[in-house]
């Protein structure tokens, strides 16, 4: 157990409204990445982080946002949700590889 | 190995045999690999890791082997039990923090 959780753990929301995951961290990692997952297309990176106010782009970037503002804490936004954005969300911590929490599953109607 | 259009390859075996879930792998420049496993409703979960001045790593019932001459990655599961079907996941590094992964295969094992 990496200790990561992720809140909240289901949502349902409407086309065009703002959404927020967030993912927290009790064991000081560095390292804090957001990823999607969708059928046929497996884990795909859509922001990391690499300290406090470090972040970086991911391969799907296009629609969210991220923002670190603690180590422990690492927020995915979704500015004006998109039905393409229907998905289930992992965060992770970077520890000698990959360690993943719970997951988000998100539903844009 | 990777899966095509919409559907995970399968692979069904006998309780009590050993399992190969297969993983091509994209980048002759990755050098370090992951497999992991993914239940139902849950993340994935780390199983074993090899890096490339490596070709075989032993584990608990898990062995991983890296073929870097055709870029091939393999997990065999000695005597597959009923907690081990799941969703197989293989995952490459390439000198940066970020993991790059593969849509996985679902095992399923037969009682």
């Known amino acids: 157990d990496a200790g990561i959780t992720q809140s909240p753990r289901h949502k349902v929301t409407e086309t065009g409204t703002p959404v927020t995951l967030r993912c927290h961290q009790t064991?000081?990692?560095?390292?804090m990445y957001w990823y999607r997952q969708d059928p046929g297309h497996g884990l795909r990176l859509i922001h990391y982080s690499y300290g406090v106010k470090d972040t970086d782009k991911g391969e799907v970037s296009d629609g969210y946002s991220v923002s670190r503002s603690k180590t422990e804490d690492f927020l995915l936004t979704l500015e004006s949700a998109t039905s393409s954005q229907t998905s289930v969300y992992f965060c992770?911590?970077?520890?000698?590889?990959?360690?993943f929490g719970p997951g988000t599953r998100l539903t844009v109607t | 190995g990777e899966s095509v259009g919409l559907h995970l390859p399968t692979l069904s075996v006998q309780e009590g045999d050993n399992s190969i879930i297969n993983c091509a792998y994209s980048?002759?420049?990755?050098?370090?690999f992951i497999w992991y496993k993914q239940e139902s409703g849950k993340g994935p979960q780390f199983i074993i890791d090899i890096r490339s001045n490596m070709d075989k790593r032993q584990g608990q019932r898990v062995t991983v082997l890296l073929n870097k001459t055709v870029k091939h990655l393999s997990l065999q599961i000695a005597a597959t039990q009923p907690g081990d079907s799941a969703v197989y996941l293989c995952a490459e590094n390439f000198g940066n923090e970020k993991l790059t992964f593969g849509t996985g295969t679902r095992l399923t094992i037969i009682p």
């Open positions: 064991e000081n990692h560095r390292y």
């Open positions: 980048n002759s420049a990755s050098d370090y």
């Open positions: 992770a911590i970077s520890e000698e590889g990959l360690y």
